[in-house]
């Protein structure tokens, strides 16, 4: 029986990367993937990618437009969801870009960077936005004070692997165990965050070689 991934198209994700990243590491499998408009598809389906780019508010009124976004939140109630980007945004209660609502999925607010000021360990200023690779770190575990496990959605990706980002904003959840990692960029900021049967990252997956392509493949056998 033939399993569908569902990408959400609303008219505002990287769709033609993550369609390819996810073919790729479906392929041989009886996973047929499927960029989608049609809310009957993204609710049939039996795990779901929500992606974004561009502006917040904008992203949340094209999910509202094109009738997407009650099949959105059905999949975030039922099924494997994963985020990306602002898709990760926008499952937080709140952005203070252009103060913009998201769908609460995931208690806490997305922040913009404030780094007037601060400098690097090389010197330089801090660029806003972030833009290229940096190191994801997987929260919970074994020791260190950990009271939550590590997300299995790490499985086979190393701690510190590195990954592609471009945002001006950055998610702070408001309860710890909802962050999956954390990057450093000026601050200490989750780049990773997970509750239930949602997964969500920051960083592009598609962009990121071999460690992005593991998120994919873990997210088609993620079973919360």
């Known amino acids: 029986m033939t399993r569908i991934v569902a990408i959400v198209d609303y008219g505002m994700g990287n769709l033609r990367s993550v369609s390819q990243a996810v ?41 509202q437009v094109t009738g997407l976004r009650e099949a959105v939140l059905h999949a975030a109630a039922t099924k494997p969801l994963m985020g990306v980007c602002v898709g990760m945004q926008m499952l937080l209660d709140h952005s203070e870009e252009q103060d913009t609502p998201g769908l609460g999925l995931i208690p806490g607010r997305v922040r913009r960077f404030r780094l007037e000021g601060l400098r690097q360990s090389d010197g330089s200023r801090y660029k806003v936005p972030q833009m290229g690779w940096n190191q994801a770190w997987p929260t919970g ?69 071999d460690q992005g392509l593991q998120l994919y493949r873990n997210f088609l056998h993620w079973n919360p």
């Open 23 to 63: 073919q790729h590491v479906a392929a041989g499998t009886d996973v047929q993937v499927r960029v989608t408009s049609d809310p009957a598809v993204v609710q049939a389906a039996e795990r779901v990618v929500l992606p974004g780019q561009g502006a917040m508010r904008d992203c949340m009124k094209e999910l």
């Open 141 to 209: 575990g074994q020791g260190a004070g950990a009271t939550w496990p590590r997300h299995p959605m790490w499985a086979g990706v190393p701690d510190g692997a590195w990954f592609y980002f471009v945002h001006s904003y950055w998610a702070d959840p408001q309860a710890a165990e909802h962050t999956a990692a954390h990057t450093d960029y000026g601050v200490r900021l989750s780049c990773a965050v997970a509750r239930d049967n949602i997964f969500a990252t920051q960083f592009h997956p598609e962009k990121s070689a």
